[in-house]
């Protein structure tokens, strides 16, 4: 969906359009089920991380909290990337100490990777951040990269590259 029609989408959607909503929920329903499905690794859960964020979307667009959006698929994609978090945090506030088979240590020490490897890719420039974040996290294909991002396909596996060349410099450094 292109930004002009998204954002004509959202001036519909203002004034009670029931088509306007049809149209970004056939749009990217299946997308969110996808994404939300790699966070949450549950069929059920995405489907209702796919409902709410195209419920906050809708809400948001109502109320004017929304006006229009410079890039729609980053827009939608951030909307369920948080949706998902959300409730994965919900889903795992209690952890019984039965589900921890390795030392606290190991724990400590991955949790700490995780954080070092998340501040690495938050120092990368936006353009690569959503180049690796579409690629690792989403498991875009370099072509789907291409398309959403309208670039070059060389232009994104150099900076791929690129970016796996500093997360290495910065990680050794740490």
Request: glycine share 2%; proline share 3%.
């Amino acid at each position: 969906m292109t930004k002009e029609t998204f954002n004509d989408c959202l001036l519909k959607i203002r004034t009670g359009d029931k088509h306007a909503t049809e149209a970004i929920y056939n749009e990217y329903y299946e997308k969110f089920k996808f994404t939300a499905m790699f966070i949450l690794h549950s069929e059920s859960l995405s489907e209702d991380a796919a409902s709410f964020a195209l419920c906050k979307i809708f809400e948001n667009a109502v109320s004017n909290k929304i006006l229009s959006v410079e890039y729609p698929s980053s827009y939608m994609y951030k909307t369920i990337r948080n949706t998902a978090f959300d409730i994965l945090k919900a889903e795992r506030k209690f952890v019984s100490l039965d589900d921890v088979k390795e030392p606290f240590v190991s724990i400590e020490n991955k949790i700490l990777n995780r954080v070092s490897v998340r501040d690495a890719i938050a120092k990368l420039p936006p353009t690569d951040f959503r180049i690796v974040e579409m690629f690792y996290l989403y498991r875009f294909k370099i072509k789907d990269i291409v398309k959403e991002l309208e670039l070059p396909e060389g232009t994104v596996k150099w900076r791929l590259k690129q970016c796996r060349k500093k997360l290495r410099k910065y990680l050794k450094e740490k």
